[in-house]
């Protein structure tokens, strides 16, 4: 099945996940081979992902931030942030971890399908795709949780009975990545904490994407960068929303009280985050305090870029 083939005119679609997505270089490079090779059709893209996220926390913003856009079409990838990655780090074989892992997967299973079935009934054409793998192979100074892909792959297992149930697309990172990680030892396709695609590695999900879809025949494993300065604009803007969203969801997530009490509790929580001493979340929270007040106009600024990216009819 070709994605162009679920795609009318002028439609939207989004990309609903973790960091992998919010990352979104993979995105950038799907976006611009559209732009290139099916302009006329004026696809608009719209990155969903907030790092940090698991499907059943996410399917409470599944109508915020995805049906919100009216799309045609959602990619959904979750599974790196639900399984429990410290579950599996091969030195407890408990009862009690391997009752803690059946719960989390359960939980995966049962939201995934939740938010299949709220795209579908939505009228929303819905392509699935398997998490990308935890890197075992290399060497790192980062704890090596051995039996990650375990979990991953049981995660890959419920993505394709949901893809058959419902009758879906299926793009499979996990399999193709990991397959190019143990044939290809000598090129680093994950960062050093075993968990993100690093740059390079974001340029084959868009290959994998591009290929399972029918836009391209072979993969290119040659480097890729943006020669699309409208796309770059677009995915710079869209980073900045996805920033401040970050620490709306993940930082500020308990946040229900009255404006007083609640402006307290973001000082307080936005504090604490900063003593994590996590690089990207120092950025994050540098982004949101920036720009926090602009939200509003910034997402109708992203709107205005995507769609003048193809220029004006």
């Keep these: 099945m070709k994605l162009i083939e679920l795609l009318q005119q002028d439609q939207r679609i989004c990309f609903f996940g973790d960091s992998v997505t919010a990352t979104g270089e993979w995105i950038m490079e799907i976006v611009e081979h559209l732009h290139k090779n099916y302009s006329d059709l004026r696809i608009l893209p719209f990155n969903c992902g907030i790092p940090g996220d698991n499907v059943k926390k996410a399917f409470d913003r599944v109508y915020s931030d995805c049906c919100s856009l009216f799309p045609s079409c959602v990619v959904v990838m979750f599974g790196l942030n639900d399984i429990g990655r410290d579950l599996y780090s091969g030195k407890d074989n408990s009862e009690e971890n391997n009752r803690l892992r059946k719960e989390k997967l359960d939980a995966y299973s049962e939201y995934m399908d939740k938010t299949v079935k709220t795209f579908i009934n939505h009228r929303i054409n819905v392509i699935?795709?398997?998490?990308?793998?935890?890197?075992?192979?290399q060497q790192s100074d980062t704890e090596n949780l051995i039996e990650c892909n375990d979990g991953l792959s049981e995660c890959r297992q419920i993505v394709y009975s949901l893809a058959k149930r419902y009758g879906l697309p299926v793009v499979d990172f996990m399999d193709k990545l990991t397959r190019f990680i143990i044939s290809n030892p000598q090129k680093m396709i994950i960062d050093s904490d075993r968990v993100?695609?690093?740059?390079?590695?974001?340029?084959?999900?868009?290959?994998?994407?591009?290929?399972?879809?029918?836009?391209?025949?072979?993969?290119?494993?040659?480097?890729?960068?943006?020669?699309?300065?409208?796309?770059?604009?677009?995915?710079?803007?869209?980073?900045?929303?996805?920033?401040?969203?970050?620490?709306?969801?993940?930082?500020?997530?308990?946040i229900?009280?009255?404006?007083?009490?609640?402006?307290?509790?973001?000082?307080?929580?936005?504090?604490?985050?900063?003593?994590?001493?996590?690089?990207f979340i120092n950025q994050a929270i540098e982004t949101y305090l920036l720009y926090k007040n602009q939200y509003s106009r910034l997402k109708g600024e992203l709107i205005r870029k995507t769609i003048t990216m193809y220029g004006k009819r």
Aim: charged share 25%; proline share 3%.
């Design 196 to 254: 993100h695609p690093n740059k390079y590695g974001h340029h084959l999900m868009a290959q994998i994407f591009l290929k399972a879809l029918g836009f391209i025949e072979e993969i290119d494993y040659e480097e890729w960068e943006s020669t699309n300065k409208s796309n770059q604009e677009r995915y710079d803007l869209e980073q900045i929303l996805i920033k401040i969203s970050f620490v709306d969801w993940c930082i500020n997530d308990d």
């Design 128 to 137: 699935l795709c398997t998490p990308t793998p935890y890197d075992i192979w």
């Design 256 to 279: 229900r009280d009255d404006w007083l009490t609640s402006n307290r509790m973001i000082e307080n929580n936005i504090n604490v985050a900063k003593s994590w001493g996590n690089e």
